[in-house]
């Protein structure tokens, strides 16, 4: 019988989350929420459906000691290094590799490694039913999570709602897509909304190791082409320098725009359990309990006459009076404040303190 592996894509860098998310401890690595960092949380959730022995991480050489530190229980062979970020085609692509080396008819699921769920056992049972899904078929599948509100911040999934008699997996969720849509405006979102057949994104996505190569080879030969340069060599000693060769040359492109956007056979399950892709300091805000005035207040912190800010300290008190709606993020080496709303642009930051080189506070 076939084996289902888990993929945790764990290479980000987390640059929105700055300045409590670093190169070296990206955000995935901390405790956002509780004691937990988030790929802990990933690699938990994982264990209820999956053998530990058949989880794989995909990171770079500069996390690795994190990932070890974190993730004690993950076999060494299981920690595949990317040489240079290519997005994720690559990333899944490469793991997709070293899996078929193991069971040329696995299946895979594969998830972030930042990634909130509040309902573990409802993702099992949809991941589960996902599974089953992916096998029988041979298609890609997707989760998609319902919209709350008219996010732009997210990619979209429109499904095709039909019944049991045109497509017999409804019974388990599963509905075809009739197509992926880019990040909206927010009219175009708010439009998503009402039509009731749009789905937020989650980035989470399940398929046999055959069946996402196939794909590849269609729609990105040239990556295809890399990956069978490193497949015939996965086990022997040429393996990390062609790694290197082949990540230099092909380039960076996402799966949903690479492969999921022009597939064909795609089902997509929806997922109700509580996600958030925690992709900014709003959505910490968002998912955070708060005060009696609308505050979210992580450590030492006193706010006297203020409302509905997000207060993060790590080691020093911060303390506001009369101020609304402020994200405040304090570390031992830098401080945060932005308007809430706006936490998506602190990427600008980080780029403005790499071209300047102030490499500490990378």
């Not at 690795?64 to 040489?83: F, G, M, R, T, V």
């Not at 990105?220 to 015939?232: C, K, N, R, S």
Request: charged share 25%; hydrophobic share 40%.
């Amino acid at each position: 019988m076939a084996k289902t592996y888990g993929v945790i894509m764990a290479g980000g860098v987390g640059a929105r989350f700055w300045p409590l998310s670093r190169e070296r401890k990206p955000k995935q690595f901390l405790p956002i929420f509780g004691n937990e960092s988030l790929i802990e949380m990933t690699f938990d959730r994982l264990r209820k459906i999956i053998d530990k022995d058949n989880i794989i991480v995909v990171t770079n050489a500069m996390q690795q000691h994190a990932i070890n530190e974190k993730l004690s229980d993950l076999p060494q062979e299981n920690i595949i290094i990317e040489p240079i970020g290519r997005n994720t085609a690559p990333c899944i692509g490469l793991a997709a590799i070293h899996i078929k080396h193991r069971d040329p008819d696995a299946t895979m699921v594969i998830v972030p490694a930042d990634h909130i769920i509040q309902n573990v056992d409802e993702f099992a049972r949809v991941m589960k039913n996902a599974i089953e899904v992916a096998n029988e078929t041979g298609h890609l599948v997707t989760i998609g999570i319902e919209p709350t509100r008219p996010e732009t911040g997210y990619g979209y999934i429109q499904y095709i709602d039909e019944s049991e008699k045109k497509n017999p997996y409804v019974k388990k969720g599963a509905y075809r897509v009739k197509t992926f849509a880019e990040k909206p405006n927010l009219s175009t979102a708010e439009r998503f909304l009402d039509s009731g057949d749009f789905l937020w994104n989650s980035g989470m996505f399940i398929w046999k190791v055959s069946t996402i190569l196939e794909e590849i080879q269609e729609r990105l030969p040239e990556l295809y082409d890399g990956l069978m340069m490193i497949d015939g060599i996965v086990t022997n000693g040429n393996y990390e320098t062609t790694l290197e060769q082949v990540y230099r040359m092909i380039r960076s492109i996402s799966i949903d725009y690479g492969v999921m956007e022009k597939a064909e056979r795609v089902y997509v399950l929806r997922g109700e359990f509580g996600w958030s892709d925690v992709g900014s300091w709003d959505e910490v805000y968002r998912a955070s309990s708060k005060d009696k005035h609308g505050n979210a207040i992580h450590g030492r912190v006193v706010a006297r006459n203020s409302k509905n800010n997000l207060l993060h300290s790590n080691n020093r008190t911060i303390a506001t009076y009369g101020v609304d709606d402020l994200i405040v993020i304090e570390t031992e080496d830098a401080i945060l404040v932005c308007k809430r709303g706006e936490s998506q642009e602190v990427k600008e930051v980080v780029d403005y303190i790499r071209r300047k080189h102030i490499d500490d506070l990378l």
